[in-house]
């Protein structure tokens, strides 16, 4: 076995036995706790036995951070690098790659043959893969398990989850023999403390020692009329003064708004964190940094870092958050601002964590903070080998009590969720390696079909209700033992009845008029109406004291049937929502002549291999030939405006996009449309984006326009204009590889690309 410089937990002992005995495993541990030297293990062997490991991991700046941290520990020879774009040394024994890469290289698709993809492969790490959760990526880890060869061993990495024993049985049935390594021990144990701004010197213990709440604690003030408070104090210098005070430091401050990160940022800017030798350090390691990044060099929160504080947000530019980094991790910065994000698993530990408050903004309203969410950030604090003890510190605020805290900190961790969901290109490359059966065979393999119970839970429950309260109606006593039907065919007696006597009299009205009393007709309908009487009388309903009580149950049965018969055609339509999802693309795709006779044409064969958002929308862009007559700016500018899924429709640059780009827009709304009506008519939902926000910019910065005149045409932070136009090479970069694509397109696209990745859109 491989012998680490410190003696290993019992969790990751047994992780490594499994590992050598060739099982799969799921290893389930809070973060901090030590589930990347599980990785290294299987790596150790990996190189031992000149097999080959793949280390996923959720996120790009993720895999780059493995990818250095891998090579001076393995050598740089040994260690590769995939990512969307980016590729170095691929075939090497260790290979890191985003999840998305992986899943893809499962596919027969532009990534190559899956056997040669996965040649001498035997270990595959799936590092955070409670990202299965993730709305919008979730279905990738799914995907990757599901498809992954079953001779390859699965070593999954996760932070504590409440179904971990369901995801591991999972994996257990569609892959291979797969172990739960569980444990909830944390080597650097957490204190939870509270803010309370009435008490702004000191901190309080959020629990008692028997984890009740602390009675000192008192609920923030209410704001007063307008909104005002008295004399409103800067709470943030506060708690990060008592932090520094009780030698609580290095802190990452977690907040929800990357404004709130800088306004953070700068109100504890006064505070003297540093030392005299560290303030020196940090001059020498920001001096050695500008030296390659010299464009950072008026960036207008340099100055902050030579107090020891700094924010860490999407906003930013990479290089800037790169430099953050690494001066965090030489404890240079003593506090970060940084939005949740970054609990994501950048190797930033800090002895505290600090958590603004326990609810935050989503695009659906206020909604409190996921006790996973919670465990994510807090679980930053404590650094292994460092710290004897991790503290996390909530802030009081006046949208929430200190009971909500002490609930939310007490809570165990959510379940994982599948994400599971059918898309065109996931259609097209099953279809062309399998016949429909075997495509449904794999469907029904998801997670989410799996744990479908679990899903349908309150379903089912309203379920036995509709029928345990239809079983009582339906059971309740007749005193004179009748049955429903009986007193059905009563009440149908009874309106009968009621309407021959009603005919009855008015004929005999008519028939005194004319002084004919015995007219036929009258003695026809009296005696029928007499019949139907003595009908009625059988039943002894007229003289039961429970007829309208028995009357009304009738009513409440025929609604509950009508609502059990719902209920049960929801729950046969929720047990098979994503082979219906399967049919529901596959039949637009053969309306789009994507599909014939159950196999992909030369369109879906592109259309299976593109990556983005709507696959099928970029694929009829890209086979309509609306790209075909544009330069390489104009196809810059035409592809950002369909990776922008920013909504400001109405708001744009100074500077208008060019004639082309704009009847290529054109053109690429009728499209829109026509996939839009089969989409609604399948019950589909797949965004198709066309905003063309940032595409001036794009058209300038591919002619060689300055970023600083890029940068100030729009409020836009510079990180998010970067991460569109990353975005923007994503899809380019398809668009070199794609079949049956022009020459002149491939050569466009890789002129564009060319052009946008410069400093600093290209650091990563």
């Known amino acids: 076995m491989y012998k680490f410089d410190f003696e290993p937990d019992d969790f990751q002992k047994e992780a490594f036995d499994c590992i050598n005995d060739s099982k799969s495993i799921v290893v389930c541990a809070p973060t901090g706790a030590g589930k990347t030297c599980i990785a290294e293990h299987a790596i150790h062997r990996a190189l031992e036995e000149n097999t080959r490991l793949f280390y996923t991991t959720p996120l790009k700046a993720l895999s780059n951070q493995k ?9 740089e020879g040994n260690v590769g690098l995939l990512t969307g774009d980016t590729s170095i040394n691929r075939e090497a024994p260790i290979v890191v790659m985003t999840t998305e890469v992986f899943r893809n290289m499962l596919y027969n698709t532009n990534f190559g043959n899956v056997k040669d993809n996965l040649k001498d492969v035997k270990y595959v790490v799936l590092d955070e893969v409670h990202y299965m959760n993730d709305e919008q990526r979730g279905t990738v880890w799914e ?20 179904n971990s024993k369901q995801l591991c049985d999972w994996i257990n049935t569609v892959h291979s023999k797969t172990e739960l390594i569980y444990t909830d021990f944390r080597p650097v144990p957490l204190r939870h403390y509270y803010f309370d701004s009435s008490k702004p010197t000191e901190i309080l213990p959020l629990l008692t020692p028997d984890g009740k709440l602390n009675r000192k604690i ?21 708690v990060i003064s008592v932090l520094h005070k009780k030698e609580m430091l290095p802190a990452i401050f977690f907040t929800f708004s990357r ?9 504890c800017s006064e505070i003297n964190l540093i030392t005299n030798e560290e303030a020196k350090q940090i001059r020498i390691e920001i001096q050695e940094f500008l030296k390659e990044h010299t464009y950072l060099e008026n960036n207008k929160n340099l100055e902050y870092l030579y107090n020891g504080v700094a924010s860490h947000h999407a906003g930013l530019l990479p290089a800037w958050k790169l430099l953050v980094e690494r001066l965090f991790q030489k404890g240079l910065i003593k506090v970060v601002f940084a939005t949740e994000t970054l609990a994501a698993g950048i190797n930033m530990p800090a002895r505290t964590t600090v958590i603004s408050a326990i609810s935050k903004r989503t695009d659906s309203g206020h909604r409190m903070l996921t006790a996973n969410e919670f465990l994510q950030m807090s679980g930053r604090a404590g650094r292994r080998g460092m710290d004897k003890i991790g503290y996390v510190v909530v802030m009081g605020t006046q949208f929430q009590s200190p009971d909500e805290v002490a609930e939310l900190v007490k809570s165990a961790s959510n379940p994982l969720e599948s994400r599971f969901s059918p898309s065109y290109s996931m259609v097209l490359n099953l279809l062309q390696n399998l016949e429909l059966e075997q495509a449904k065979e794999l469907i029904l393999k998801s997670f989410g079909y799996f744990s479908s119970n679990d899903r349908l839970k309150p379903i089912i429950l309203q379920q036995l209700n509709y029928e345990q309260t239809l079983t009582k109606l339906k059971n309740e006593k007749c005193p004179f033992n009748l049955t429903s039907e009986d007193l059905i065919e009563f009440n149908r007696l009874k309106d009968k009845f009621i309407v021959y006597r009603k005919l009855t009299r008015t004929l005999q009205k008519q028939a005194k008029q004319k002084g004919d009393k015995n007219a036929p007709e009258v003695l026809e309908y009296t005696n029928q109406t007499n019949e139907i009487r003595k009908q009625m009388e059988q039943y002894k309903c007229e003289i039961c004291r429970g007829y309208k009580k028995h009357m009304k149950n009738l009513e409440i049965i025929n609604r509950y049937e009508k609502r059990y018969k719902e209920t049960c055609k929801n729950i046969e339509k929720q047990k098979d929502i994503y082979w219906n999802k399967f049919l529901a693309h596959k039949d637009i795709l053969e309306k789009m002549g994507y599909i014939q006779n159950g196999y992909p044409t030369d369109s879906g064969i592109v ?31 035409v592809i950002c405006a369909l990776v922008t899924e920013d909504l400001r429709t109405d708001v744009y640059p100074n500077c208008p996009i060019s004639k082309n780009t704009r009847k290529a827009l054109n053109k690429i709304k009728e499209i829109r449309k026509k996939i839009a009506i089969l989409q609604r008519e399948e019950d589909i939902d797949t965004e198709m984006y066309i905003n063309s926000f940032y595409s001036p910019l794009m058209e300038q910065w591919v002619q060689d326009t300055p970023w600083e005149d890029i940068a100030k045409q729009v409020d836009s932070s510079e990180g998010d204009i970067v991460r569109i136009f990353k975005r923007t090479v994503d899809v380019l970069r398809q668009l070199t590889i794609l079949p049956h694509i022009s020459e002149e397109v491939k050569s466009n696209a890789k002129i564009a690309i060319q052009n946008i990745l410069k400093e600093p859109v290209d650091v990563d």
């Open 67 to 75: 990818f250095y941290d891998f090579g001076r520990k393995y050598g």
């Open 143 to 162: 995907e990757s398990i599901i498809y992954c060869p079953s001779n390859i061993q699965i070593i999954a990495l996760s932070a504590t989850i409440a």
């Open 218 to 238: 008192k609920p923030e003030k209410k704001m007063n009329y307008y909104g005002r408070q008295a004399k409103k104090r800067n709470t943030v210098k506060d």
């Open 259 to 267: 404004k709130k990160c800088d306004e953070n940022m700068e109100k």
């Open 607 to 637: 259309c299976s291999m593109v990556r983005a958002e709507n696959e099928l929308f970029l694929s009829e862009i890209i086979l309509k030939g609306i790209l075909d007559e544009l330069q390489p700016y104009e196809l810059a500018s």
